[in-house]
């Protein structure tokens, strides 16, 4: 082949490869979703929505802030129909930004409130309560016994070795931070002052709330406060932790599900809303191992889950408040808390 | 100037190649940035500097800028140390080909492979339970997190770029050259100091951009290293963008990585553009045999890249480690279950990432030497502009890039998201300037007397360069070639915000699986990485071989020696 030649079947091959890269790929009954869950979570609830129903979700995970700065930065050509997953102050955050349709599938009706917001902007398909997680062999090595009070965690022999999500990106830590604000009774210059104190604990804010779990299950850190999801699993992995709770209580966070403005598969998008908000999905959970507490009344906390909560003190977080003060908690607390000078 | 215009008007091939590519770096570099620009400094569609006050008077964002900007220069410094001391070895101390072969592989690991798996296996080695600070040292509370793991990890990834920047460039000075220097009585050392290193100051200079400007606009490794007590502009910019929604702050952030970076830029070019550095001429004398490096300086050269070599080896070995057991760190049973993991629910993303980088890679690498050659070698208006223009998004953060292109291709008439074109034309924008840069260094040191000969002998200025430059330029264009798909397999700052629900990429699924607490399917799919890029790379330089005409420089391997 002449030199010419080569260069006009290369410049050929790029032309044709260049035509089939620009056309993304459509199928009929699919539908388009970013989750927020774990791919190892929404992967199987996901196949179980196709198999009960046909529909195929095509699907990209990423942690919340990700997404939904995705979403907001797509407002003008959504890519996908649906936000699967996630704590419910990323949707409330979401909603000012006028991202989402709202929609209410037939289980509306039947959630507690706080499963739900009131226009159908979004629905709870879960909760999940925060917990604190310490190594084993950390606790045995400093001679401690599992954190069971809020107070507990600013003991100086965990100096350094904490770790837990950073407010800028993690919805994990904007649950924290409420929670704290709840246990000192909406004080919140008190709250802000325990949060200073456990500041000088902590090894490192991570990006995402699971961040800091695989340093805990290794050692690397003593411990966390990490949503029970994710805290459930580095047990099941095999690593020795122990999950505790204070005994002032600790908040949760539902999980939930939102339909997007401009969506290019409504019909095929409140399906899968009408099935991810039914206790016919949120009884798969115990099947599949993932330790969510269903937000459907109807579906039965799995018993070994049950076991773990048995006795802990959670309360819910106020979406409400926790929206209408979110922007200036976490601002403070990226001022007086993470950049603080000592 | 006027001549400059005329002269561009007698070569139309000329002027087609400068207004496609003016078009090109129109589209993909200036307008995204003209859309974030609008969006940092406009208001309601006026100017208002209000919010950009507000951003930079942070103090906090104030000790970010000086971080980042020490983080980078001491990078840039022992990045540029480390690359000298490998391409140095590489190019006099006369090693065999197993021995380059070896070095090659050294360099290439920390480049191809994603850099917070480097920085993951920092902190399973750092922390306070880490493998070598507490098991093997005994230190307790030792951190992981800081400017000194940062910089190490930083440097160790990006060392190789300056080792491909300063390879050829030793390579080409002719031993001749210090021939005559012994003859004339120096001692190695005063050749080494006066003759080896001088005529390597284009390559230091452009190693030293490359590296501070990588560094820069590094959020990775900061992102999973640089902790509290050590924030850098990227990862704030980031952090700004994702966690606080504030695409604003992140823009004004963001412009701020420019100042440095453009000022580094015109220093180099104050700096290189003071000397003659030409060495290969037509008449270049019969070759001879290296005999710069003692012995005893050849074994310590060797025995200091060892060492390095044996570090980075470690971090991959753990990484490869990771891959083959159930749970690192809680049960060391061995296992091929991840890699099931990564052929069955990741092969769409091994597929997607395999099809943009083989895209990416042959448009990257010739974008890069065309740019390069016009930028040193021809006359015309906005040459300058043009160098300075393709430079840009390779210094802009990433995650700037990504939201940039993000907002640019959104809507009609370029509604380009969700396509994979959107992420080949990044990273061929992106990765294509270490090409360009190392286009510019060798023909540096290229007499330009051997192309006015051709186009004294009539060739016009196409001709003259397809038969003369390019061959001569080959190793710099294989060099290019190689960091685009190397990038294209591995980066991750700019694309997480392209990929889409049609085309996804291993190094996301990777940071995903990471965050997920799969550290197997991620250790796994970063050793699929590191074997796809070798794998690709000995075939390039196969082919480079049997292809190589006599004419050319030597190249020993593909990435250009």
Known sequence: MSRARAGLYRLAIAVLTATTLTSPAVAADTLNAYSIWPENWARPMLQEFEQATGIKVNFVRFSSGEALAR???EKGNPQVDVLFGGPVETFAAGIKEGIFEPYKPPSFGSLPARFKQGEGYWVAIADDPLVFMTNAKFLKEASLKPPASWEDLLNPAYKGMLQMADARTSGTAVTRIFSIIEVNGRNEDKAFDYMKKLRRNVQVYTKSGGGGTLPVGLGQAGGGIFFIVDALDTKAKGYDVVISFPREGIGTSAEAIALLKGAKHPELGKKLIDWATSPAMQSLFAKHKINFVPASPEVKVEPSLAEVLKGAKIFPIDD??????????????????????? | MTAAVRRLGRDPALLVTVLVLWALLGLFVLFPLARLSWLAFFEGGRLSLGHVWSVLGDPNHRQAFANSLLLAALVGVGGTALGFLFAYTAARAGLGRWWLAALDAATLLPLVSPPFTTAIAMIFSFGPRGLITYHLLGIKGATAYGLHT??????LTYFPIAYLTLRPILAAIDPNVEDMAFSLGSSRWRVFRTVTLPLAVPGFANAFLLLFAASLADFATPLILAGNSFPVLPTQAYLQITGLFDFRGGAVLSFALLVP????????????????????????GPATVIKSVAPWARRLLLAACAAVAVVIGYFYALLF??????????????????YHVIFTEGLKAIHDTLIIAGVGMPLGGLFGVLVGYLVARRRFPGRRAMELVSMINYALPGTIVGIAYLIAFNSPPLALTGTALIIVACYVFRYSPTGIRATVALLQQIDPSIEEASQGLGARSGMTFRRVTLPLILPAFFAGLGVVFIRSMTAISA?????????????VRILENMTELSLGPAAAFSVLVVAIVFVVMAAISWALRRLRSAGSLQVTSFLGG
Do not use: C, P
């Open chain 1, 71 to 73: 979403v907001i930065a």
């Open chain 2, 321 to 338: 480690y990771a891959s083959v057991v159930m749970a690192f760190g809680a049960n060391h049973a061995l296992t091929w279950r991840h």
């Open chain 2, 495 to 507: 694309t997480i915000f392209l990929v889409s629900i049609n085309w996804t990429l291993i190094t």
């Open chain 2, 261 to 284: 970076a453009a000022a580094v830029y015109l220093l180099q070019r104050y700096w290189v553009g003071r000397g003659a550095y030409v060495t290969v001429t037509g008449k270049a």
């Open chain 1, 320 to 342: 409400a408040y926790a929206g209408a003060n979110r922007k200036r908690v976490v601002d403070r607390w990226i001022s007086e808390v993470l950049n603080a000078k000592e």
């Open chain 2, 150 to 155: 940062t910089l190490f990890a930083e440097t």
